[in-house]
């Protein structure tokens, strides 16, 4: 109690939070397995949510917690389907060099601190110069109690036209590359490349069943066929060996 | 028949109207508090991803075609797009939304709720687009590296 | 010691006598919930395998949560706070047990075997055979 | 009386980050998936209470649309984990199990 007299309190608040989002980075890079990691970057836009909230960034925190915990997650776990579970440790003399350039560009950011302004300045940029000034005219001529739509919307709307038609670019590049079946039945690519197979008729309920067999079949062979025909054929024998049995 | 999965299914059933209308309250109340078009637009692509996930992709590609995707994405744009056209057409710059009503603070309403309308249509879409391109994907890895 | 501290703040103010049973009630339900929730923090630590981890922390922690948001509610009182408040007590009400259940029922079918002390082990083979 | 209030909401707030503290512990060395699956759902819990009471600290309640956004978020997070987990692939319904359990 007493040394919230010292320092605001929320403050103190803030500096806890933003340890656990240096823990949290920390274990994201030294961690190996994929799984933990995606986990991981969920709990990380949480908590820096929570901190964007303290800062009185409502908006960003908005997004950061509308794209990070739900939509972000989902779709770093369907990316993984094309990367390895687990990586190898790099040996440290290939470590060097990139360590190097690393402290370089954090001892430049170190430096750059000097000329930031104090937390919560009067007289820093942000609080004289533009800034202000749409904060001023909201009020007068849009007659909108959040700033931040108006200055998105209305202010800054080329940016903001601009960021929706990035948005449909992406749309349409996912579109063109990947299309909407994505790989059922038609060919597969593999992470190290160079194989592709000529097309197939799609079949429906490729897609409902168990790959868990398809993986074991494919793994000896250099050439693999349509996974549709695979998964069939994996189905058969699986049942086949109960006969058996 | 026992299902494993049914209280997984009834409580996401129940759930994913309430995520779709918090989307359009962030969406229409982003004047007043926090949110806007791209908020709305991402928690509306949760609520079919969710969906998807415990139904299946064949289930929300029937509730969502894929032929949307395509018709939403460019109407989105061309909705931003066009309110900056119509206020060259009426007589103001690009963009300006002033012009859009009587009384220029009202056409501003009117523009900032056309644009985050065109947004939230925009977003919505790419993101069930890049669900669906992903999540349809088969895994093509060894089993060793799970 | 808060008892000692609230009794103290009441005695030389004049603040009507429902709005001291109010924020009592909060600070207790907010108390509460906060020991829950340190106990199920605590649990998932401390316990040995993760049947029991999942116990301490599925319980607890949907009951610590909804103490709490009582408590917030107590504090607000009847606006739109507490409306707001309440939608995530209930969604919380139904999301927590359901994940809860969803990542058991996902670890059993994964056959994650529960860690069985010596003498539970042995009266699990005699139940068998 | 008013002060008593806000000291009180400071004490449970720094109590909640305590005890994310704690799950993060079991979420960094958890042996198991789903150990970790479940330290980063209650981990979210307690995020969501975090900021509630950190709205009534600031006295700001944009915040709890925030935590009402996390309160029907974390599951889809915690779904898609463990169903990508168990199945290897986002897009299959869930009656699957089933089926393969007849077979």
């Known amino acids: 109690m007493l040394l919230s007299y010292v320092v605001s309190p929320t403050i103190i608040l803030d500096v806890a939070l933003m340890a656990i989002l240096i823990i949290v980075a920390f274990s994201i890079v030294r961690m190996r397995s994929l799984f933990a990691i995606v986990m991981l970057q969920g709990v990380y836009s949480l908590v820096s949510a929570a901190w964007f909230v303290s800062l009185d960034a409502v908006d960003v925190a908005f997004t950061e917690a509308a794209v990070g915990a739900g939509v972000s997650t989902v779709l770093m776990l369907a990316a993984m389907l094309l990367a390895n579970r687990k990586s190898d440790p790099v040996p440290i003399s290939k470590q060097i060099a990139p360590l190097l350039v690393v402290l370089i560009a954090g001892l430049a950011m170190f430096y750059a601190i000097g000329d930031m302004p104090a ?58 590359l990947l299309g909407l079946n994505g790989n059922a039945g038609r060919w597969t690519a593999r992470p190290t490349g160079r194989q592709i197979y000529p097309p197939i008729a799609p079949s429906a309920n490729s897609r409902l069943i168990a790959s868990r067999d398809n993986i074991k079949l494919s793994k000896g062979s250099i050439i693999e066929k349509p996974s549709s025909v695979n998964l069939r054929k994996s189905k058969n024998n699986r049942l086949k060996d109960k006969g058996n049995n | 028949m026992h299902d494993p999965h049914v209280i997984l299914k009834v409580i996401s059933k129940f759930l994913v109207p ?84 009587h009384d220029p603070t009202h056409g501003q309403h009117y523009g900032i709720i056309a644009v985050e309308l065109g947004v939230l249509c925009s977003v919505t879409t790419v993101m069930i687009a890049i669900f669906y391109a992903f999540g349809s994907r088969q895994p093509e890895v060894n089993e060793d590296n799970w | 010691m808060i008892i000692a501290f609230l009794s103290a703040v009441v005695l030389d103010s004049n603040l009507v006598w429902t709005e001291i049973l109010q924020i009592c009630l909060s600070c207790l339900a907010i108390a509460s919930g906060l020991f829950f929730v340190l106990a199920g923090s605590i649990g998932v630590l401390r316990f040995p395998d993760f049947y029991t981890r999942l116990h301490a922390a599925g319980m607890t922690d949907t009951l610590g949560a909804e103490l709490i948001l009582i408590g917030l509610i107590l504090q607000s009182g009847f606006t739109q706070t507490s409306l707001k408040l309440l939608m995530i007590g209930f969604f919380l009400l139904l999301t927590s047990p359901t994940a809860t259940h969803a990542i058991a029922h996902s670890a059993h079918t994964a056959n994650l075997k529960p860690k069985l002390g010596k003498h539970s082990f042995s009266k699990v083979q005699r139940d068998r055979s | 009386m008013v002060t008593f209030l806000e000291y009180f909401n400071l004490g449970a707030a720094f109590f909640i980050i305590i005890c994310m503290v704690l799950m993060l512990g079991r979420l960094l060395g958890g042996p198991t998936l789903y150990d970790r699956l479940l330290a980063v759902n209650s981990f979210g819990t307690k995020t969501i209470i975090f900021l509630c009471i950190f709205c009534f600290i600031i006295n700001r309640p944009d915040g709890l649309d925030i935590a009402l956004l996390y309160a029907l978020m974390n599951f889809i997070a915690t779904i898609a984990v463990l169903k990508f987990f168990n199945y290897r692939c986002l897009g299959v319904p869930l009656i699957k199990e089933q089926i393969e359990a007849e077979e």
Not at chain 2, 60 to 70: Q, V
Not at chain 2, 71 to 86: A, E, K, N, P, Q
Request: net charge negative.
């Open chain 1, 119 to 176: 937390y919560g300045d009067v007289n820093s940029p942000a609080n004289t110069g533009v800034g202000m000034d749409y904060i001023e005219r909201t009020t007068k001529e849009i007659h909108i109690p959040n700033v931040v739509t108006a200055v998105l919307a209305s202010y800054r709307g080329y940016d903001t036209f601009g960021e929706a038609v990035v948005i449909f670019s992406a749309g349409l590049g996912v579109l063109l």
């Open chain 2, 18 to 101: 309430f995520i779709a209308l918090f989307a359009f309250y962030v969406q229409f109340h982003g004047d007043f508090g926090p949110g806007g078009g791209f908020q709305a637009g991402v928690i509306l692509a949760a609520a079919v991803i969710l969906y998807a996930l415990i139904f299946g992709l064949d289930a929300a590609k029937k509730a969502f075609p894929p032929s949307w995707i395509r018709i939403g994405m460019s109407l989105g744009v061309l909705l931003y797009g066009g309110t900056g056209v119509l206020t060259w057409i009426l007589g103001g710059d690009f963009l300006s939304y002033g012009v859009l009503a």
